[in-house]
Nanobody
Framework: QVQLVESGGGLVQAGGSLRLSCAAS??????MGWFRQAPGKEREFVAA????????YYGDSVKGRFTISRDNAKNTVYLQMNSLKPEDTADYAC???????????????????WGQGTQVTVSS
């Protein structure tokens, strides 16, 4: 299994930006996803990217504001978050799915490994 470590979370004012990073150990042959969970709410799909970066997909609530990308030379996936809103406040976790098909998935049960998460808090 791949080991995942997130970083980049923090406190930001509404309208601000943050960039999350997810560093992976080992191979790069993984589709990667970001999910978030706020207290008292279910886990929500945020974004996903195929192993080669050729396909990306976003949840409706973040479309147009967040951008997922990856640098396989650094074994790192990024989530650039712009125009942040208080409702974006959550614990954000990255996940890896062994997949060379070039596809992505929004289903958290299909991912093989998870990071510990990083907290993002957006103040109004």
């Amino acid at each position: 299994q791949v080991q995942l470590v997130e970083s980049g979370g923090g406190l930001v004012q509404a309208g601000g930006s943050l960039r999350l990073s997810c560093a992976a150990s080992g191979r790069t042959s993984y589709a990667m996803g970001w999910f978030r969970q706020a207290p008292g709410k279910e886990r929500e799909f945020v974004a996903a990217i195929s192993w080669n970066g050729g396909m990306t997909y976003y949840g409706d609530s973040v479309k147009g504001r967040f951008t997922i990308s990856r640098d396989n030379a650094k074994n790192t996936v990024y989530l650039q978050m712009n125009s942040l809103k208080p409702e974006d406040t959550a614990d954000y976790a990255c996940a890896a799915k062994w997949d060379l098909s070039g596809k992505v998935t929004t289903d958290p049960t299909e991912y093989d490994s998870w990071g510990q998460g990083t907290q993002v808090t957006v103040s109004s």
